[in-house]
């Protein structure tokens, strides 16, 4: 199989050598060169970066890479078949995915994702709401509605679900990622027209990117494309108890977050 896996960066961070791996600096255009290929080649919305995150390197793939399968993962986080994941970050580079792991794995299903995320206490939707402007996503369920209503059951399961795949995590047949990037960038640029990203702070500019996340099950279920959950991994150590005291602080209070985690 010809699989490429984008490694979503905006520094220089050491790489997996397996060849089905593609280092992408992602919004390069305008940046200084960290010695990577770059989002802003060929057909490509590079500049839009900080408000599309690393769906600047997936546009740049659907447009530019001719590959069997498409992926994306991020530099500091990875797909693994582990369950046990050491502390040290040379270590985790041993565990990550392989290419003939990645072939067995696809040979049986349309899709790979990572290991949903569950919120327990709250829905997608409330969640969201809580943490960010909620805004966006509302006029997402009326795009959504014009555009292409028979993903509009889905989406409205964004207000009783309490788990999604997130960080746009995904490994899967071109002829998918093309069908799912035409349906998913029709919707985000018709959105960027209605909601100016201008009117926020950097942080809750980036609404497009983060929207992505929870439009990818709903085009996954509304199409009824088999998938498999496998594990993903922190390369670098994640502060569990900062993001559960700022969840809990926003869910409560009413403050929204400020910066990622």
Known sequence: ??????????????????????????????????????????DNISAKNPYFCELTGVYWAWK?????????????????????????????FEILLTGQETENLLKENDIILPKSRKYYIETLYNHYAHTLHVEPLDETEKI?????????????????RTSAHMFNM??????????????????????EKRCDPAQY????????????????????NTNGLSYK????????????FKKVISFLVAKFTGKKYDKSF
């Open 1 to 42: 199989m010809d699989i490429k896996i984008l490694i979503a960066m905006h520094k220089p961070y050491t790489a997996p050598k397996d060849s089905i791996y593609l280092p992408l600096h992602v919004g390069k255009y305008g940046k200084s060169d960290i010695g990577l290929v770059g989002d802003d080649s060929g």
């Open 64 to 92: 530019n890479l001719t590959s069997d399968y498409i992926g994306l993962c991020h530099y500091r986080r990875h797909f693994t078949l582990s369950k046990k994941h050491p502390k040290e970050t040379q270590k985790k």
């Open 144 to 160: 959504i509605t014009e555009k292409c209503p028979q993903y509009l059951a889905e989406f409205k399961k964004l207000h009783k």
């Open 170 to 191: 995904f490994i899967m047949k071109k002829e998918h990622f093309n069908a799912y990037c035409e349906w998913l960038f029709d919707i985000l640029f018709e959105l």
């Open 201 to 220: 702070d950097a942080f809750h500019a980036r609404y497009p990117g983060r929207i992505s996340e929870l439009l990818l099950d709903v085009w996954i």
């Open 229 to 240: 959950e496998i594990p993903f991994i922190e390369m670098e150590n994640v502060n569990l």
